[in-house]
C-alpha cells in the first residue's frame, strides 16, 4: 500500500511548505537583530542629541564654544557606525572620512547637515520603534512561558505586563500565554516591517550628497583598474607557470628521450623502438597541457556553442545537481562572456567542495547594458570571501569589468551569489 511518504507528489508541498517555514523563521530573526542592533545606535544618538542641546545652551554663556569643535567628530563617528550597520543587511552605505573640524568647513558640510538631522530622527523615533520590538517579543516570550513559574510569584505579583486580567488558578496562566502566542504571531508580521522602518531614515540620510557622486566614482575606478592589473598580472602568473611546470617539462623529456633513442640506433634498435614510444607518449601528454592552459585563457567552448551553452556545459559537470536557466539574447563581448563563463565555473566548484548542498541554480539574465548572473544552492551556508574560497578571485574578476558582486549566506543558507557584468546595449 502506498503511503503519502512514498508519493513524490506530496513530498514536493511539503518542501515547499518547509522551506517558506524557515524563510520567514529567519526573516523575524534577522528583523529581531536589526532591531536590537538599531537600538544601540539610536542609544547613542540619543545621548549625543541630548549633549548637543546641552551644548547649544552651554554657549550661550560661552562654555560651549569649548565643547563644540567635538561635535562634529562625534556625530561623524556614530553616523559611520550606523552606516557599517545598514552596509551588513542590505546595499552598500559609502563611509565618507572625517568630519571638517571647526568654522566655515563645518557650518557648509550638507554632510554633517543631514547627519545631524539622521540624528535627530533615529535617537528618537529609531529608539520607539526598536523599543516596541523589543518588548513585543520580551513579553511574548514572558507570556508563552508563563504557565510554567507563574506559581512561584508572590500573590501580589501574579499578573505580568500587559495582562489586565487576574491570574489565581492554571487556566488564568493558560489565557496568559495565549496572549504570549498572539504576540509572537504579531510580531511574524509586524517585525520586519518595524525594522525597515527604522532604518529608513538612515538610508534616507546617510546616503552620500551629489556632490560626492564624481569623486567616489575616480575612487571606484581607480580602484577598479588596480584589481584589473593585479587580476591580470595574477593570470599571467598561472600561464606561466602552467606552462613552466607542465607542457615545458614534458618537453624537455621528450628531448631527452629522442637524443637517447639516436645513441641507442647504434647499439640496440630494440632498446630504440621502446624509447620512441615513450617519446610519443610524452609528447601527447605535453600536446594535452598545451591544450588546457588555452582553454584555460580563452575556452573554445565559448565560440563553439556561444555563453548559453556553456553554462550548460558547467551546469551539468557540476559535482552537484545543478539547473541551468540561462536566457541571453545576442552575443555580449568576448571579456564579458570569458569572465562570466570563468566566474561560474568557480561559483559553482565551490557549490561542488564546500555547500554540501544537494541542488544548485545557475541562473543568467540579460537587462539592457548589464549582465545579471545568480547562483544559489540549499548547502550549508555561511560562505566567508575573507575564508579563501575562490570568492575574493570572483571579486576581483568582477570588479575589474566595473561590475558588482554580492553574496547572501546566512548560517544554514540558502548562499546565493549574484554578479553583474555591464556589457553594452
Given amino acids: 500500500m502506498r503511503t503519502p511518504a512514498d508519493d513524490p507528489g506530496a513530498a514536493g508541498p511539503r518542501r515547499n511548505r518547509r522551506t517558506v517555514a524557515v524563510r520567514r523563521a529567519r526573516a523575524v530573526l534577522d528583523a529581531l537583530d536589526h532591531l536590537i542592533q538599531g537600538m544601540g545606535t539610536a542609544l547613542l544618538s540619543f545621548a549625543a542629541l541630548l549633549s548637543v542641546l546641552l551644548i547649544v545652551l552651554l554657549c550661550a554663556v560661552g562654555v560651549g564654544l569649548v565643547l563644540a569643535p567635538a561635535l562634529p567628530r562625534v556625530v561623524r563617528a556614530i553616523a559611520e557606525r550606523e552606516r557599517t550597520r545598514l552596509s551588513r543587511w542590505g546595499p552598500e552605505m559609502i563611509t565618507l572620512g572625517p568630519a571638517p573640524g571647526r568654522g566655515r568647513a563645518v557650518l557648509g558640510d550638507r554632510a554633517l547637515r543631514r547627519e545631524l538631522g539622521w540624528l535627530a530622527v533615529h535617537g528618537t523615533l529609531g529608539l520607539l520603534v526598536g523599543a516596541v520590538g523589543a518588548t513585543l517579543v520580551v513579553n511574548a516570550a514572558q507570556n508563552v512561558t508563563y504557565p510554567l513559574w507563574w506559581r512561584l510569584l508572590p500573590p501580589d505579583d501574579a499578573a505580568p505586563t ?16 495565549a496572549l504570549g502566542v498572539l504576540m509572537a504571531a504579531a510580531f511574524t508580521v509586524v517585525g520586519p516591517e518595524l525594522a525597515r522602518l527604522q532604518a529608513w531614515p538612515g538610508r534616507r540620510l546617510l ?18 583598474r588596480a584589481a584589473a592589473l593585479d587580476a591580470h598580472a ?47 607518449d610524452a609528447a601527447e601528454q605535453a600536446l594535452a597541457e598545451l591544450r588546457a592552459v588555452v582553454r584555460g585563457i580563452l575556452p573554445p567552448v565559448l565560440a563553439d556553442r556561444g555563453l548559453a551553452g556553456a553554462l550548460d556545459g558547467l551546469a551539468a559537470d557540476c559535482g552537484v545537481p545543478c539547473r541551468a536557466d540561462v536566457d541571453i539574447p545576442g552575443r555580449c563581448a568576448v571579456s564579458v562572456e570569458a569572465t562570466a563563463y570563468f566566474v561560474m565555473a568557480e561559483a559553482l566548484t565551490n557549490v561542488s567542495r564546500h555547500s554540501r548542498a544537494r541542488h544548485a541554480v545557475l541562473t543568467v539574465r540579460r537587462r539592457g547594458d548589464r549582465l545579471l548572473l545568480r547562483v544559489q544552492d540549499d548547502g550549508v551556508g555561511g560562505a566567508d570571501e575573507r575564508a579563501g574560497s575562490g570568492l575574493a578571485g570572483i571579486r576581483s574578476r568582477i570588479e575589474a569589468h566595473d561590475g558588482r558582486l554580492t553574496l547572501t549566506s546566512p548560517p544554514g543558507g540558502p548562499t546565493i551569489l549574484r554578479m553583474e557584468l555591464p556589457c553594452g546595449s
Fill in 162 to 177: 500587559l495582562v489586565f486580567w487576574s491570574v489565581t488558578e492554571d487556566r488564568d496562566a493558560l489565557a496568559v500565554a
Fill in 207 to 224: 546616503a552620500p550628497p551629489p556632490d560626492a557622486d564624481l569623486s567616489l566614482r575616480v575612487a571606484h575606478l581607480s580602484a577598479t
Fill in 234 to 280: 595574477t593570470e599571467l602568473r598561472r600561464i606561466e607557470r602552467s606552462l613552466h611546470d607542465g607542457a615545458q617539462s614534458r618537453l624537455v623529456g621528450v628531448t631527452l628521450l629522442l637524443g637517447a633513442t639516436r645513441r641507442a640506433l647504434a647499439r640496440d634498435p630494440a632498446d630504440a623502438e621502446a624509447l620512441l614510444d615513450r617519446a610519443q
